[in-house]
């Protein structure tokens, strides 16, 4: 550790986001870089404590808590504090082929687990990571590296989310010639359509890992849906193996009246098309506008937030976001110790941009909704809200109890359903014959990651469930190493 004193003299500082009245007008990230001399301060901050639970990802009461790939995190703090920034990059893709994505869209788990946090504002490691990896390419660094000899094995990945890229990347680098194959006219999945580009830019930051990897030898075929314009037969009979990383895009939908309404619709079609739009010319060129309209999201989640900045981009007149569970608390509850993800109550990037417009944070926590009401036209115009209480039933579950007397009616001619995701599509799944377990995820054990086809893997949201971009990427080296052990009786994969 080169700063024993460092968590001592300095505070935590990140860098100044632009102002949300400025970035709610364009399509670009809002995040700004700190100057070298502070982030070496930041990253003098690191403890080396001995008990680095940041860099070990756990599941602590269902929650991440640390980093589920492992990222070497004391080590390039220390390597960042002594300017050693190459050497810091090094070992940050040791344990991460993607930190310019999770250096973006991470939660930081981490951070909830630094020991620093005990008693103070934790390191501000998702920050140091992201700086790492930016000047990483500024610098030139960041090269195309294809393996030297190839096995003349060949492998199929179905998917290019987080899970499928760091997969093909981690096979590939085995020397095994992948080909990835996603049904979207773009790859990367969740990172290219899930994610608006103000949090993760498509062009810059995506496409460039993309194009590095098609350097490298990877091939990728895209508007390629299997089932439809793909055979699934073709992946066993042309591929030495397939690694199923589709996600888990089943969306949780809300089955009230009301709900065939034009105008209702799933975050992901909002988000999706958005995408689409700015990327193909424009977002008012976008399928589905909150211009001028009231803007109801259902949901307290990312892709909630997602919906919030997104509709304050386009200009929305009006916008409440519906949240059924209770407001977190200011400071970690009793129930709620370290080195669990903290539960407490924060403003996203998309709630400081409501804020900033109409005065005030749009969440209503506590509430649901109980009917969508349209007009002549068949188009939703308003909906009806009920607070709720949670309470246990007979079996000692709790669960929601409507408020009598609490019902309101909230104008609404955009409605977005960002309640999670369900599993997997199961279409698919079908076609190939894999066996799926009772969450409707594909029945493959963790770090083994084999189905019930020989030679057929699977990883990420689509064998786990909904999780973390982080997550996927755990699996999808976890997947690849097993693939490579398959393919060649063993593995130097981590």
Known sequence: MGKPTGFIEYLRELPVDRTPTERVKDWKEFHHHMEEKKLRQQGARCMDCGIPFCHTGKLISGMASGCPINNLIPEWNDLVYRGLWHEALDRLHKTNNFPDFTGRVCPAPCEGSCVLGLNNPPVTIKNI?????????EEGWVVPEPPAVRTGKKVAVIGSGPAGLSCAAQLNKAGHSVTVFERADRPGGL????????????????????????????????????????????????YDATVICTGATQPRDLPIEGRQLKGVYFAMEFLGANTKAVLDGGAEHALISAQKKDVVVIGGGDTGTDCVGTSMRHGCKSLVQIEILPKPPTERAADNPWPEWPKVYKMDYGQ???????????????????????????HVKELVTVEI?????????????????????????????????????QALLKEIGVETDPRSNIKAEHEKYTTSIKGVFAAG???????LVVWAINEGRGAARECDRYLMGYTDLP
């Open 129 to 137: 990571e992201a700086a790492i990896i930016d000047r990483g390419w």
């Open 461 to 467: 949201d689509c064998r786990r469930g909904q999780s």
């Open 191 to 238: 990172l290219m359509y899930g994610i608006p580009n103000m949090k993760l830019d498509k062009k810059e930051v995506v496409l460039r890992r993309i194009k590095q990897m098609e350097q490298e030898g990877i091939k990728f075929i895209c508007n390629a849906n299997v089932g439809d314009n793909v055979e699934p037969q073709i992946f066993l009979k042309e």
């Open 389 to 425: 209480k949670w309470e246990k039933n007979e079996k000692g579950q709790f669960i929601p109890k409507e408020q009598p007397g609490t019902e309101q009616t909230r104008p609404a001619q955009l409605v977005l359903l960002a309640m999670g995701f369900l599993g997997p599509e």
């Open 352 to 378: 400081e941009e409501a804020a900033a417009k109409f005065g005030a944070d749009p969440r209503v926590y506590l509430t649901t909704v109980k009917k969508f009401v349209g007009d002549e036209q068949g």
